[in-house]
């Protein structure tokens, strides 16, 4: 799989748009982005994944660049329970391979 | 109800014990994992298993086995704690290598 590298933490404003980077310069064809999160050591949550098409569901919205070697996570107005380590994942789906978790960008939602 | 549980949600045990930790899910998906998570750490591969019949060390096997029972039931063992296990672990299962959906984690201490 290859390895994605992204910020060790960021902050953002209460109702605000969370925009969060990930490089996965390494990324190869048929590997798929996937964001997870983890909220104060509960179990990892799934958010979003996609291959190369921006991606939308009711929790937030992916958006990958053209030569797929970045992507951002977006969750529209951040809220104080939207605290958590977010983690940046590619991986080749319907195929065995673990999810390489790596350190995940810590987002903090202020007041 | 969660789709995956796991039990016990805490556990204290003494070194040489001998412990079990339990999943069940109720999502119909085929493959399940064992994660472990240290502190500050991402999740790191225990064992995993395609069907009843199909069972896979991950990247730290060593001083842990697992048992699937059934198609919604896998267990971990630890033969012999020892306090480096100590750690938050967690159970996931998915369809066919899909997304991975995650339980809510054990906390075990071995003192």
């Known amino acids: 799989d290859a390895k994605t590298t992204q910020p060790p933490s960021m902050d953002c404003a209460e109702g605000r748009a969370a925009n969060l980077p990930c490089n996965h310069s390494?990324?190869?064809?048929?590997?798929?982005v996937y964001w997870y999160r983890q909220i104060h050591s509960q179990g990892p949550q799934y958010i979003i994944h996609?291959?190369?098409n921006n991606e939308t569901n009711e929790m937030a919205s992916l958006i990958i660049t053209e030569d797929r070697k970045s992507s951002t996570l977006i969750l529209p107005h951040a809220t104080l329970r939207d605290t958590a380590v977010y983690y940046c994942i590619v991986r080749v789906a319907r195929n065995f391979n673990k999810f390489y978790f790596g350190s995940g960008t810590k987002l903090n939602v202020k007041p | 109800d969660a789709d995956v549980t796991q039990t016990p949600r805490n556990r204290i045990t003494k070194t040489g014990k001998r412990i079990m930790l339990e999943c069940s899910q109720t999502?119909?998906?085929?493959?399940m994992y064992w994660y472990r998570q240290d502190p500050g750490l991402g999740l790191r591969l225990i064992y995993y298993?395609?069907?009843?019949?199909?069972?896979n060390k991950g990247e730290i096997s060593d001083g842990y086995s697992v048992s699937r029972q059934a198609q919604a039931k896998f267990s971990l063992s630890l033969e012999s704690a020892i306090p480096n296990q100590t750690a938050l672990y967690f159970c996931?299962?998915?369809?066919?290598?899909?997304?991975?959906?995650f339980g809510p984690g054990t906390r075990l201490t071995v003192l």
């Open positions: 999502k119909g998906h085929d493959r």
């Open positions: 390494t990324i190869s064809g048929n590997e798929y």
């Open positions: 996931a299962t998915s369809w066919s290598g899909d997304t991975q959906y």
């Open positions: 996609g291959l190369k």
């Open positions: 298993s395609f069907d009843v019949k199909d069972i």
